[in-house]
């Protein structure tokens, strides 16, 4: 038996959804990438603990994966075991301003929630694609808010199995990042200290922000958001389109004619015609403005 076998194997054992080769096409906001070796669907964190345990004393690679609306999963697909959160969208009021989401709540739940419970501080993140936990670990954010604002701490379980939190400060939240980058914690849980406000009003904004996302983001097409991190004193988008790059292909792949800060998959695209565009992009922004382009999106496998 080997040790991918023997995972699985004990997944079934803990009564957690384990199944091979599973294509990530179904799991990616792109609708590209290729199959993962075993696909875990733990129940909770308790769970996910000890997987993540078993796989350190495997050396097993483990990926964890929520909406994967910020990833380009390449073609060959994702070597050792890949943890999908799903399961795990419980939120909960802690106190009449703190609200707990598990890992595997969508940033659309925890802002419905928010709004139910007349709290405001969330409605930056209304629209935006993904689950608590990828918010976390890549500090979200949008129109002038980011996870940073309202985020008072973090739940994780590390690879000897073991649980603990980091507080605000100890995440180490910056444009795009947070500590849990450089890490091999796996993100269990999260909690946001928001603000009691008027619901009406809460509600308005955030169907204001939903409205300029369809204004001016090609949300009809296949897309992991933003392609490009925003560099210093610019906008990606105005240099992509500066350099004539709007509209150009690769294979199904796009450049955003709505929007050139997007790559789109505009029907039949593989990771690889999405990479060698991101790479045509990024080298042609250098060669004409001097600027270079880093992705935000996170390239796997």
Known sequence: MNNIEALEKYALSLECSAEREVSMKNYTSFK?????ELFLSPEDAGQTAKLVRFCEKEEISVFVLGKGSNLLVSDRGIKGAVIYTGKQCGISLVDENTVRAQSGASLAQLCTFALENSLSGLEFAYGIPGTVGGAVFMNAGAYGGEMKDVLLNSEYVSTDGTSGELDNEAME???RHSAYENSNLVITAASVRLAP???NEIKSTM???????????PLEYPSAGSTFKRPEGNFAGALIEQCGLKGVSVGGA??????AGFIIN???ATASDILSLIKHVQAR????TGVSLETEIRLIG
């Open 32 to 36: 590209v990438g290729g199959p993962a």
């Open 173 to 175: 939240l910056s444009y």
């Open 197 to 199: 406000a008027d619901r």
């Open 207 to 217: 169907n204001d922000i939903l409205a300029r996302r369809k204004e001016k983001q």
């Open 254 to 259: 796009q450049v955003s004619e709505k929007h």
């Open 266 to 268: 505009r029907g039949g």
């Open 285 to 288: 922004v250098k060669a004409q």
